[in-house]
Structures are given as structure tokens and as C-alpha cells.
């Protein structure tokens, strides 16, 4: 690294930077804990990439000074605010709303015994065709990129603190891409410890009134993310 990337020091000191913001949890924390306890572990996969790769969106756009004339731009920098707020909020209020269809779901699965007659169409089967999912939207890579793509604080990882560890006298875009590694490498270790620890209690999770309660904290938790996100400053 030590050639045309960053300096093996500057990069521990971003690590040691960054920790604490991987650690609080985000929109990505929240999108793990709900796909793992629904799929398992292996959803996990698909989340991370996803993660990663809005990162590298981010580091690419910082080094093509994108981002910079974003967040110099006070309106361009509120509508990616906005963008990024308003999907936290939407797949929240999606999220609860599959919480909320589930419960009568298993209600009815529970009544269609011998003798009751076929049970009633789920709530969701009823909806109109535009108000269901698009086929890809749902998949945690999906959600997860966007989820990561659209939050203007990881935009400002790369516009604030990237340049505190990046060596005047060095191509700048390799040692941005080796920040930018660095900084998937670790979202990967702690998304991979998560869901390690939310896959071993996926048995529980995946109880019917459990399940419902963890897709609502979940919803709660992109909701307050999206709207504290809209109303930032």
C-alpha cells in the first residue's frame, strides 16, 4: 500500500475513526437483523454486498468530485437528503404494513381445519397490482444499496473524513479505493458478526408474534432513521 494507495498508518487511523460510526446502528443494521431472522444467514451475503457497493458509489463519486458539488450545492444536497429519507420512511411504513398483513395471515392458515372450508385470501393477495412489490426492490442487495447510496452521512464519511487520512503527494483515487476497502472490510466483519448472532436466535425470531414485534422495531428503526435524516440540518 504503500505505493500509489494510502499509507498503512493512515489507514489503521480511519479504521479506528470509522469504528464508531459502523458501530451505531444504521439502516443497514436494521435490513440484517429483519432479512437474517426471515431467510438466515445467507441473506446476510446479499445485504453486505449491497452495503459494499454503496460504499465504493460513494468513493467513486468523492473522487470524481461529485459528491463535493453536491454538498456545496445546498438544494442538490436537500433533495439527496429528501431522496434518502423518504425511502427509509416508505420501506418502513412497507415493512410494518407486512408485519401488520402477516398476523391475519397465520390467523386464517390456523381457522382453514377439516370441515371450515378454504380459508380467505391473505390481505396482501388483495392489493391492487401497482401497490405490491416490484420483483427485485425486495431483495436485501437492492435495499441495501440504496439504503446506503441515498444516506448523505456516508457521503460525508468520503467528504470529511477520507481526506484527513489521503497524502497530498499521491494518487488520490488509489488511496481512496484502498479507504474504501478498508472501510467495506469492516462493515463486512460487523454485519458478519450480526448475523452470526441474529442467525443462532433465528428459531425464536421466526416465532409468529416474534417475528411480527422484530418486523415492527425494524420499521420503527428506518422510520426514525428516515425522518431524523429529513430533518437534519
Same mark, same amino acid.
Given at each position: ?19 464508531? #460510526? ?8 436494521? #435490513? ?36 463535493? #458539488?453536491?454538498? +456545496?450545492?445546498? /438544494? ?42 378454504? $380459508?380467505?385470501?391473505? &390481505? /396482501? ?6 401497490? /405490491? ?22 457521503? +460525508? ?31 463486512? $466483519?460487523?454485519?458478519?458478526?450480526? $448475523? ?15 417475528? $411480527? &414485534?422484530? &418486523? ?5 428503526? #428506518?422510520?426514525?432513521?428516515?425522518? /431524523? ?5
Amino acid at each position: 500500500m504503500s505505493g500509489a494507495g494510502a499509507d498503512p498508518y493512515a489507514v489503521a487511523g480511519f479504521l479506528a475513526a470509522l469504528l464508531p #460510526l459502523v458501530a451505531t446502528p444504521g439502516a443497514s443494521f436494521a #435490513l440484517l437483523v429483519r432479512h437474517v431472522s426471515e431467510g438466515g444467514r445467507r441473506r446476510a451475503v446479499p445485504l453486505a454486498l449491497g452495503t459494499v457497493t454503496g460504499l465504493y458509489v460513494h468513493a467513486g463519486l468523492a473522487v470524481a468530485g461529485l459528491s463535493a #458539488l453536491v454538498t +456545496s450545492s445546498g /438544494r442538490a444536497f436537500a433533495a439527496v437528503r429528501l431522496a434518502g429519507a423518504c425511502y427509509l420512511v416508505g420501506l418502513g411504513l412497507w415493512t410494518w404494513y407486512g408485519a401488520t398483513c402477516a398476523a391475519p395471515a397465520t390467523g386464517s392458515a390456523r381457522a382453514s381445519a377439516p370441515g371450515r372450508g378454504p $380459508a380467505p385470501a391473505p &390481505a /396482501r393477495s388483495r392489493l391492487p397490482r401497482l401497490l /405490491r412489490p416490484v420483483r427485485g426492490g425486495n431483495s436485501p442487495y437492492v435495499q441495501a444499496l440504496l439504503g446506503n447510496v441515498l444516506n448523505p452521512k456516508a457521503a +460525508s464519511i468520503y467528504l470529511t473524513l477520507v481526506p484527513q487520512f489521503v497524502a497530498p503527494g499521491r494518487p488520490l483515487a488509489g488511496q481512496v479505493l484502498v479507504l474504501a476497502s478498508a472501510h467495506a472490510a469492516l462493515m463486512v $466483519a460487523w454485519l458478519g458478526l450480526w $448475523a452470526g448472532l441474529v442467525g443462532r436466535a433465528a428459531a425464536l425470531l421466526r416465532r409468529p408474534r416474534a417475528k $411480527a &414485534a422484530l &418486523a415492527r422495531g425494524t420499521a420503527a428503526v #428506518l422510520i426514525t432513521l428516515g425522518l /431524523r435524516t429529513a430533518a437534519a440540518p
